[in-house]
């Protein structure tokens, strides 16, 4: 079965910093995709990065990037220089290759709050 | 602007009436799909429809009744609901039903069911 677990409900971050959300994952499928979405304040989920379970190189797209680590399990996403706008839900999403093929799940997310 | 419009943004209704959700896409893709977001709980997926064909039904009740009449459009008519479903109603769209082909949001419809 597929599961994705975000371990952080919440984190507070100061402007400018880095910061890491974390994201776990199962599957059984050697096939597979981790989405990043962000969902600010209007509700709206806003596709951030992709990665595939074959690809070779970590994912990254301008301040995001996606610390993958496939022997754990592991999928967290970087976001460099945070800003004021970075303020929201987060969710990390999975989709199997193979069977299911029309499932994505997502994690219960992590809501991150910039400080200015 | 999003690719994927939804209406109406917000809906109240009472558990006798009978109301639809609406979910239009402008970016040529295959599936669309309806998922429900309740406060504290991760997004759960409702029904998935590819090129019009419903391909998934993830055990919703049946007071939930979806509709694709192209591949352009998908509804999700309501009625007799309980206020256990008042949630966030958050359409997507993808250009395929496999990996690496993202989910493209709406910005959702706020039910409240009294």
């Known amino acids: 079965a597929q599961k994705i677990t975000q371990t952080q409900p919440g984190m507070f971050v100061q402007e400018k910093e880095a910061v890491t959300l974390d994201c776990t994952y199962d599957?059984?499928?050697?096939?597979?995709?981790l989405f990043w979405y962000k969902q600010p304040s209007s509700g709206e989920m806003i596709f951030l990065i992709y990665?595939?379970?074959?690809?070779?190189q970590n994912a990254t797209e301008g301040r995001y990037s996606l610390n993958f680590q496939k022997a754990r399990k592991s999928a967290n996403l970087v976001i460099s220089a945070s800003q004021l706008g970075d303020s929201a839900m987060y969710f990390c999403?999975?989709?199997?290759?193979?069977?299911?093929?029309?499932?994505?799940?997502f994690g219960s997310g992590t809501r991150l709050s910039i400080r200015p | 602007e999003t690719g994927v419009t939804q209406t109406p943004r917000h809906l109240v209704m009472g558990m006798t009436n009978k109301k639809s959700l609406k979910c239009e896409q402008h970016?040529?893709?295959?599936?669309m799909y309806w998922y429900k977001q309740s406060a504290k709980k991760p997004l759960e997926l409702m029904f998935v429809?590819?090129?019009?064909?419903?391909?998934e039904n993830n055990s919703v009740p049946s007071r939930f009744s979806p509709e694709c009449p192209n591949s352009s459009h998908l509804f999700l008519h309501l009625h007799t609901l309980q206020p256990e479903d008042s949630a966030l109603y958050l359409c997507?769209?993808?250009?395929?039903?496999?990996?690496?082909?993202?989910?493209?949001f709406g910005n959702g419809t706020r039910l409240t069911v009294t």
């Open positions: 997507a769209s993808s250009q395929t039903l496999t990996s690496p082909s993202p989910l493209h």
């Open positions: 599957t059984s499928d050697p096939s597979y995709g």
């Open positions: 990665q595939g379970s074959y690809d070779q």
């Open positions: 999403a999975m989709r199997e290759g193979r069977s299911s093929a029309s499932k994505i799940i």
């Open positions: 970016l040529g893709h295959n599936a």
């Open positions: 429809y590819s090129l019009e064909e419903r391909v």
